[in-house]
């Protein structure tokens, strides 16, 4: 089975020219099948209204994995997720339930990164763009790739696992993991070079 890994080729504490760059990276690949989607942290009640208000198709969940064990049965679906419109607005229950997540999955390219690169603020949060399709470069030795072709643009963070605040914003080119080659650098150098970038970090699981 194959397994993606992933290069920051982009830093900035400008989250519009993040977000620049990240594009310019997935227009590298091709879009027929690709999707977008995001996510943001949301540590305050006030921040948690803030986006409700502002995406309304947005769905919040909770990931508290030792709630969960502690209540299995989900009584207030925020482990499943709740739709922004029947999320309750009662500031005792939000804050009760700290920090909650905001997503919106497999959009339509283009449908609502500006919206939601506006939206995030200091919260740490992700754009991610899957199922694109890298192209073969046969002169370079690098096949084309469609599993893992990806890319993701990680605000107020720098790895992957959205734990570790930071002051800056982060684009990151997913490929396909090869045996011990070296290749899934070469390839993540190769893609980042079409818009003028480079491997600037080391991988990322």
């Keep these: 089975m194959s397994s993606p890994i992933a290069y920051p080729v982009f830093r900035t504490t400008d989250p519009v020219l993040a977000l620049c760059v990240a594009r310019q990276l997935v227009a590298v690949?091709?879009?027929?099948?690709?999707?977008?989607?995001?996510?943001?942290?949301?540590?305050?009640?006030?921040e948690v209204l803030r986006i409700r208000e502002a995406l309304p198709?947005?769905?919040?969940?909770?990931?508290?994995?030792?709630?969960?064990?502690?209540?299995?049965?989900?009584?207030?679906?925020?482990h499943v997720g709740v739709h922004a419109p029947e999320l309750s607005s009662d500031?005792?229950?939000?804050?009760?339930?700290?920090?909650?997540?905001a997503s919106?999955?497999?959009?339509?390219v283009g449908s609502m990164e500006d919206e939601f690169a506006a939206l995030v603020g200091?919260?740490?949060?992700?754009?991610?763009?899957?199922?694109?399709?890298?192209?073969?470069?046969?002169?370079?030795?690098?096949?084309?790739?469609?599993?893992?072709?990806?890319?993701s643009l990680l605000f107020?963070?720098?790895?992957?696992?959205?734990?570790?605040?930071?002051?800056?914003?982060?684009?990151?080119?997913?490929?396909?993991?090869?045996?011990?080659?070296?290749?899934?650098?070469?390839h993540a150098s190769w893609l980042a070079g079409q818009i003028g970038q480079s491997v600037i970090g080391p991988p990322q699981e």
């Design 156 to 186: 107020n963070c720098r790895t992957q696992s959205l734990d570790e605040r930071s002051g800056d914003h982060t684009v990151l080119v997913h490929v396909l993991r090869r045996s011990r080659d070296g290749s899934e650098e070469r």
């Design 57 to 78: 198709d947005a769905w919040f969940r909770k990931e508290d994995v030792e709630d969960w064990a502690r209540d299995p049965a989900d009584p207030t679906g925020l």
């Design 91 to 101: 500031p005792d229950f939000l804050g009760s339930h700290l920090p909650l997540w």
């Design 29 to 46: 690949g091709d879009q027929q099948y690709a999707e977008v989607s995001a996510s943001v942290e949301l540590c305050t009640v006030p």
């Design 122 to 151: 200091p919260n740490i949060g992700e754009i991610w763009w899957s199922s694109l399709i890298w192209p073969d470069v046969p002169d370079h030795g690098i096949h084309g790739e469609a599993n893992n072709a990806r890319v």
């Design 104 to 108: 919106m999955e497999y959009r339509a």
